[in-house]
């Protein structure tokens, strides 16, 4: 029997291949696989995210907010209590980590190019963490959160993490899809709602063009907090109690690079409909930029404690 007789054999047989395959059978990949990054044998591409800067090379030049946004690493999940946890797949993960200061955002970046137009899938697992803090110096309340020996006050000291793409293409169009978990509001209280920003990202230009300066610890996606509208309902994750519990989460985000909008996410068994959601192009074209095809993940501290998020996997697939 060919696959003529049986147009569904060649699905069959892609179904049976993924399924039989322990990497990959926990994803749900579009029809083309375009990359799988196991953070077990490396950093796969994803690299910390640098402002520009001058012909001279001189980094001084970098803008404030974006010259400090620390390299993702590897890591094997480490700390005080438990020593060493692991990945979810594996010994080591990708680790975001910021600083301790308010505000203070670490970035991984993927850059890669469009070869088509099209459904585009980012499917991840993660999950997300403050910093345990041991000198005493917490306390039993943080934020609008009391230790009652189920919630922990750590939980409030989480911000929020982000999904992100930056897209240019057709002569220069350039635009941003994302999608954010604000765990916490500024003031430290618990909203974990998922979010959007309703204006394009400031970029570098248009701080050399002398329209933005944004000062470290900005929030260099959309620094107006008045900028970011909820979508969907609050949804509770698993954060575990206390900082050193690792629960790993699912997450699948489809975008359509040909009508430039975001289609849906997925975040364990929530699927949350996007494609209402506008994303306002830059009002000026881009040169240099065509077919850009950019992930990024972001993590951001509202507190003056560290933030981590990890990275079990990732796979990008794309229908072109």
């Known amino acids: ?63 404030d907010h974006m010259r400090d946004f620390r390299p993702p ?12 946890h692991g990945a979810m797949t594996g010994s080591y993960a990708l ?14 970046i993927r850059r890669l190019t469009m070869s088509g137009r099209g459904l585009l899938q980012i499917e991840a697992y993660f999950t997300f963490k403050a910093e345990a803090t041991v000198d005493g110096s917490a306390g039993d309340q943080f934020g609008d959160v009391t230790w009652d020996g189920n919630l922990h006050p750590s ?30 509001t500024l003031d430290n209280t618990l909203s974990r709602q998922w979010v959007y ?16 300066k944004l000062a470290y610890g900005a929030d260099f996606t959309a620094p107006n907090p008045e900028d970011w509208q909820p979508f969907g309902e609050p949804q509770e994750l698993c954060y575990n109690e206390v900082p050193t519990k690792v629960n790993w989460h699912y997450l699948r985000w489809v975008i359509d690079t040909g009508a430039r909008r975001s289609v849906e996410l997925q ?5 949350m409909d996007m494609s209402s959601i506008p994303v306002p192009p830059y009002e000026e074209r881009y040169d ?10 972001s993590v951001r501290t509202h507190s003056s404690v560290r933030n981590f998020l990890f990275l079990d996997s990732v796979l990008i697939s794309t229908e072109w």
Not at 197 to 212: A, F, Q, S
């Open 288 to 297: 240099s930029l065509e077919n850009l095809l950019n992930f990024y993940f």
């Open 95 to 108: 680790k975001l980590a910021t600083r301790p200061y308010e505000g203070h955002t670490a970035t991984a």
């Open 197 to 212: 920003p309703t204006v394009p990202e400031p970029t570098p230009r248009e701080h050399l063009e002398g329209k933005v």
């Open 267 to 271: 975040v364990n068994d929530r699927v």
């Open 155 to 184: 939980e409030a000291q989480f911000g929020c993490f982000t999904v992100a793409t930056d897209l240019c293409g057709d002569g220069g169009l350039r635009y941003h899809t994302v999608a954010r978990y604000l765990n916490t």
């Open 73 to 84: 690493q590897l890591s094997n999940c480490s700390f005080f209590d438990i020593g060493s």
């Open 1 to 63: 029997m060919t696959m003529t007789e049986r147009p569904d054999l060649a699905a069959e047989l892609r179904a049976a291949i993924l399924s039989a395959d322990p990497r990959l059978s926990k994803f749900s990949p579009l029809r083309r696989i375009l990359t799988y990054d196991d953070f077990n044998s490396g950093a796969h591409g994803w690299t910390e995210l640098l402002g520009n800067y001058n012909g001279n090379g001189d980094l001084s030049t970098v803008d």
